[in-house]
């Protein structure tokens, strides 16, 4: 062990920082590659809202001086248009620099060292660092079918646990829970345990019945919704997602956060984009258009996915997906491996633009048979 990892706390020892998929303009330099096709982080294939796209520019060009200046640490703009969207009272809102600064402040406000925390296999890698980061324990319970076995988890609270993480749908394997296995999982919770819903990707869920998560909050005062502003609108970069619950959590949680943890710029763009309904739905088609594209090319290719509700498949490459994600780097297209969830044989693949989605069809094909066929 190094001289200062030495110094470092315990469990900050043990940390394996989170691995984001590689940057277009990286592996640009690294191969020399011309076209480069980027689907793996989950982003936007068709950018930013537009909404949010000309707010931004007429905050840059119509008062540059407020770039100078601090933003508004209770980002009152983004808050009043989340109340007025769906119908919240401000003070059960949380904001954050992306929704893994919420994830984290749950984390620190709620848990420390002898605490336990609950998710399942497969999930977010963001909660088991969040956890590890403040000296608790994480405890993975095994998936079902890939997904979250709500019964289990359950089962596996214990009296230290105080937080419990969701994700619906849960990234990297998309799969989902209905509102009734909800409603069991909740009766089971005591009620002083905090449960995170992370609905990260809930605008792509088009299933009529799906579970809303703020639909839920008045009748669980131990609940907290968070959602993101980076995947259906295409706001990524910027770092900016939510937090709903009571305004006693809301309280809690704010005690932790940075006080300008979400930028200006930021916050503007957000405001203008979570009323910007008709990208929204251009978004859900068009990944609803992509995911049957990728569907049927890799049926065509012998593969199959993970039923997915967000906008990425988890693929089955039927053997060690590793030499693959590095043979379709060469070919200039970068997905994410996901050995680090537990899942050395599948790959997450974003859904692209279709041309995106046709090169990375294309690219798979060919790496796939060069992997088949003896050397
Ligand atoms: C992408 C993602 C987030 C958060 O993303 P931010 O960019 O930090 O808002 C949260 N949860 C899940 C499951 C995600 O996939």
């Known amino acids: 062990m190094t001289p200062f990892l030495q110094q470092a706390r315990p469990c900050v020892q043990h940390l394996a920082p989170y691995q984001p998929g590689k940057p277009i303009n990286e592996l640009q330099r690294e191969l020399g590659l011309t076209r480069v096709v980027k689907l793996a982080s989950n982003e936007n ?3 930013p809202s537009p909404k949010a796209l000309a707010a931004l520019q007429q905050a840059v060009q119509g008062d540059p001086v407020e770039l100078g200046r601090y933003p508004d640490g209770n980002g009152f703009i983004l808050k009043q248009a989340l109340s007025q969207r769906f119908g919240l009272s401000l003070d059960g809102i949380t904001l954050g620099n992306g929704s893994n600064d919420v994830l984290e402040l749950v984390a620190r ?54 937080v419990i993480f969701l994700a619906n749908p849960n990234n990297p394997t998309g799969t989902w829970f209905e509102a009734a296995d909800f409603t069991a999982f909740m009766a089971q919770v005591p009620a002083h345990i905090v449960v995170v819903l992370d609905e990260a990707y809930g ?18 005062p131990n609940l907290i919704v968070s959602r993101t502003l980076a995947k259906a609108y295409g706001l990524a970069s910027l770092r900016v997602g939510y937090a709903v619950s009571s305004a006693e959590i809301t309280n809690i949680i704010n005690r932790v956060r940075q006080p300008f943890n979400v930028n200006s710029l930021a916050l503007i763009a957000a405001a203008a984009a979570i009323n910007d309904d008709e990208f929204v739905a251009k978004t859900r088609d068009l990944n609803q258009a992509g995911m049957q594209q990728w569907l049927t090319g890799l049926a065509a290719l012998g593969l199959s996915a993970i039923p997915s509700r967000g906008n990425f498949l988890c693929v089955d490459m039927q053997q060690d997906a590793a030499p693959l994600f590095q043979a379709l780097l060469r070919e200039g297209v970068i997905v994410r491996p996901v050995a680090n969830y537990g899942l050395p044989r599948h790959l997450r693949i974003s859904i692209g633009l279709a041309e995106e989605n046709e090169f990375g069809l294309e690219a798979l094909a060919r790496v796939l048979a060069a992997s088949r066929s003896p050397a």
Request: glycine share 10%; charged share 20%; net charge negative.
């Open 45 to 47: 294939p068709l950018g």
């Open 109 to 162: 406000a709620f848990l420390g060292e002898g605490d336990d925390a609950i998710f399942a296999e497969h999930a977010f890698a963001v909660y088991p660092l969040a956890v590890q980061a403040v000296g608790a324990r994480g405890i993975a319970v095994p998936a079902r079918h890939y997904g979250h076995d709500l019964p289990a988890m359950a089962a596996a609270i214990t009296p230290a646990t105080k």
């Open 203 to 220: 605008e792509f869920v088009t299933a009529p019945d799906a579970l809303d998560g703020l639909k839920e909050l008045p009748k669980h």
